[in-house]
Nanobody
């Protein structure tokens, strides 16, 4: 099976920074894309940033210029550097991966368990 394990969430003051990490493990043949989504209380889950393998990154307008997504393909890990954090960035952040398992012919989509990010004003 495949697991996505996130780390790096926490409590930070407005204007501060946090770095999230997400490592994918298991019988992975290849990863098409990895990304981050978030869900605030009472709201739907929304895209934060995605990074296809060999493709262009994509950011939500609300985080452009403040957040940076990056990947370490050798470690099957995706990062989210979050700077100039605002209270409205408070949410549970979820890692997502679109990948092909070893021995499979179809790509599958996986989610991490989520990590809480709280930005105080």
């Amino acid at each position: 099976q495949v697991q996505l394990v996130e780390s790096g969430g926490g409590l930070v003051q407005a204007g501060g920074s946090l770095r999230l990490s997400c490592a994918a493990s298991g019988s992975i043949f290849s990863i098409n894309a990895m990304g981050w989504y978030r869900q605030a209380p009472g709201k739907e889950r929304e895209l934060v940033a995605t990074m296809p393998t060999g493709g262009s990154t994509n950011y939500a307008d609300s985080v452009k210029g403040r957040f940076t997504i990056s990947r370490d393909n050798a470690k099957n890990t995706v990062y989210l550097q979050m700077n100039s954090l605002k209270p409205e960035d408070t949410a549970v952040y979820y890692c997502n991966a679109d990948l092909l398992r070893a021995g499979s012919i179809n790509t599958e989509n996986y989610w991490g368990q989520g990590t809480q990010v709280t930005v105080s004003s």
